[in-house]
């Protein structure tokens, strides 16, 4: 009990240490930065804007196509898809998409070693829909990326995508039940020529990805952007810098080989970029303000026999996925068909809610933290056992040990990252929680010490969701104005957060989006979009057959309001549960550590509350939905037609 409580204190100190008062503020959002240089770092390097000029454009003005999805990442890509599964037409359907393919973050991140960090077989959406099977349990980025756009070819929607389109604003018309599309689209070399295209549309569904605007922290001296060697962010790998290509699962960084590399951060994305670094590199700094928790992956080719008995059954890929949520939420009697780490951090719950916890009241709080706390407690001694043993200096595996709850950070999985640090081309430059101090043109200056290098990785990571409050239409970039011309913010002021099942508002009629707002969450995010875009599919058809068929014009689907209160309501009273996070070293989880305003109001507290994940779990999540769907009522969503 001695040894819990001294743990106990040790993480209470590790995570003051980290506590900035200016919390995300610290940070400056690459694309909004008032250097050129840092701006350009996110610039589409990878668009082929010769092919993509040949192309006809699927959108032309005045078009009035029945649903615009908005984004073609993971998330819209597998919108477009249940619809279509859900009776409607790939012709019914148009994709607009900022980048210069399809992908969402599949598309920009192409660092060496990319992994999807979940395993493969209940990541990759519709794998029993197209019959593919996953080269390994993890699949690479690369493989990713290539089966989205089959995904795409496959249901028909290559040719209803249009590329390098920005939208700008939304506008309800009562008058004709359509949408406004206010957009601006790029044309030419570097998509550079820039044009305004408007067009309606009956149905709209915002797909943003939660993490999809990269950030730097702002530093000293001259600055990231005053740094004179070569610079670049993970999430657009500079190859002609490295040398290798995106093509590449493990590339072949031969123009490291005199280099010195600087890596800042220390987070999922490095524990896979660091390894190959230090491969080639001459030298590797790598600066780290926080440890990650850092897991046995275990990675192997998927056996083609062992693959027949995994994917046998119809409905293999859902079960699977309740599978993993199902073990991670502690169900009692469950086998473990996903077998990896993921599958065995029982406290993660804590982050991504269960039933048996779903109600928990403010009274509670010390005691469900403890609950957890206690729950993690051999699943972290396991770890801290396992950096001791892999990594031979015993200060530097001291200082890659994380000292938090493991479900305060996104766990990471590696079987060469801790390795790494036994090389001697690899230096861990622990700043002890302060971070990088400043940077000179030469070099980034830590612990009061100037390094000096000739490449700088910026692996920093992005924008915190909570950055955008609940507001769908923020997280996208888009002005959407509704009934009456009001944003969603001024809808939900007087309250906080209000929708039905977390994907449509009142006064929204025929809109839609993908969030983790009022839904299920769960360590594999591809879970909840299914369950969302499942749900979502079902409202349109169901609604459309009410009115006479999937091709009818002149709908209106809407919630109503004291079903979207009900809803709220239900998730402001399983919001406690949440206060796990209180006790996290900062990260993007916690909005950097200032999850609490403390000069809130209880009034502002009870409106931040409803934006809350659902507290009973993923599957508690699914369930309701499910029933709500069987009862075939479409309670709470007014559906009228002209």
């Known amino acids: 009990m001695e040894e819990f409580a001294r743990i106990q204190e040790k993480y209470t100190a590790e995570a003051q240490k980290r506590i900035r008062p200016e919390g995300t503020a610290q940070y400056q959002v690459l694309e909004q930065s008032d ?39 993971l998330g819209g890509i597998l919108a477009a898809v249940r619809l279509i599964l859900a009776g409607f037409t790939a012709d019914q359907i148009r994709i607009i998409e900022t980048a210069g393919g399809v992908g969402g973050t599949w598309y920009w ?79 030419g070399p570097k998509g550079a020529e820039k044009s305004t295209l408007t067009v309606k549309a009956e149905f709209v569904w915002l797909t943003a990805g939660l993490l999809s605007r990269p950030h730097v922290p702002k530093l000293g001296g001259v600055g990231i952007e005053g740094f004179r060697g070569d610079l670049f962010h993970t999430s657009l790998w500079n190859y002609d810098v490295t040398g290798g290509s995106s093509e590449e699962v493990f590339p072949d960084l031969s123009k490291l080989k005199d280099k010195r590399v600087g890596i800042i951060g220390t987070g999922a994305t490095a524990i896979q970029v660091v390894p190959c670094l230090a491969q080639h590199a001459k030298e590797v700094y790598v600066f780290q303000r926080t440890p990650s928790a850092v897991y046995r992956r275990g ?57 048996e916890f779903a109600h928990v009241t403010p009274e509670k709080v010390p005691e469900l933290i403890g609950e957890f706390l206690a729950r993690d407690a051999e699943n972290s001694a396991r770890l801290r056992t396992r950096i001791a043993e892999i990594v031979e200096d015993k200060e530097t595996a001291a200082k890659l040990t994380p000292w938090y709850p493991m479900w305060c950070k996104r766990p990471t999985f590696s079987d060469t990252y801790l390795q790494s640090f036994n090389r001697p081309n690899v230096h861990l430059v622990d700043t002890d929680g302060k971070g990088v101090e400043s940077v000179t043109p030469r070099g980034v200056v830590a612990n009061g010490e100037e390094i000096p290098l000739d490449v700088l990785v910026l692996g920093t990571g992005y924008l915190s969701p909570a950055a955008y409050g609940a507001d769908p239409s923020a997280r996208a970039g888009v002005a959407v104005l509704g009934r009456g011309g009001q944003t969603i913010a001024q809808r939900w002021a007087p309250t906080g957060a209000a ?10 009629p025929n809109l839609f989006w993908l ?57 402001l009273a399983g919001a406690a549960r949440f206060a796990t996070l209180t006790v996290c070293t900062p990260s993007y989880m916690n909005n950097e550590g200032h999850l609490v305003d403390p000069k809130a109001t209880p009034e502002d507290l009870m409106k931040r509350a409803r934006s809350s994940p659902y507290s009973g779990g993923m599957m508690g999540f699914a369930k309701e939905l499910r029933d709500w769907r069987e009862e075939g009522k479409l309670s709470g969503i007014e559906v009228s037609f002209s």
């Open 35 to 73: 250097s050129d240089r840092l701006r350009h770092l996110v610039d589409d390097i990878w668009a082929d804007h010769e092919a993509l000029d040949a192309q006809p454009s699927p959108l032309k003005p005045g078009d009035c196509p029945k649903f615009l999805i908005v984004g073609a990442g």
């Open 109 to 187: 991140n192409r660092y060496p070693g990319l992994h999807c960090d979940v395993e493969s077989y209940i990541y990759m959406p519709l794998l029993e829909e197209t019959g593919f099977m996953p080269s390994h349990k993890y699949a690479p980025g690369v493989e990713i990326r290539n089966y989205l756009k089959s995904v795409a070819k496959k249901f028909n929607l290559e040719d209803k995508i249009l590329f390098r389109t920005q939208l700008d604003k939304l506008e309800w018309d009562d008058a004709t039940r359509l949408w406004k599309a206010d957009m601006t689209t790029g044309r």
């Open 299 to 355: 990675q192997k080719p998927t056996d083609p026999e062992e693959w027949k008995k995994i994917a046998g059954e119809p409905g293999w890929q859902n079960a699977r996925m309740e599978n993993l949520a199902l073990n991670i939420s502690n169900a009692p009697g469950v086998p473990d068909l996903v077998n990896d780490e993921w599958s065995r951090q029982r406290a993660y719950s804590a982050l991504v809610a269960d039933a």
């Open 499 to 508: 929708t039905l099942h977390g994907c449509a508002s009142h006064h929204f």
């Open 515 to 571: 969030s983790p707002t009022q839904t299920g969450v769960s360590a594999n995010h591809a879970h909840p979009l299914d369950q969302q875009c499942r749900h979502v599919a079902y409202v349109a058809a169901a609604a459309h057959r009410r009115a006479g068929g999937l091709d009818r014009n002149g709908l209106a689907i809407e919630v109503e309001e004291a079903a979207q209160e009900a809803w709220s309501m239900k998730i």
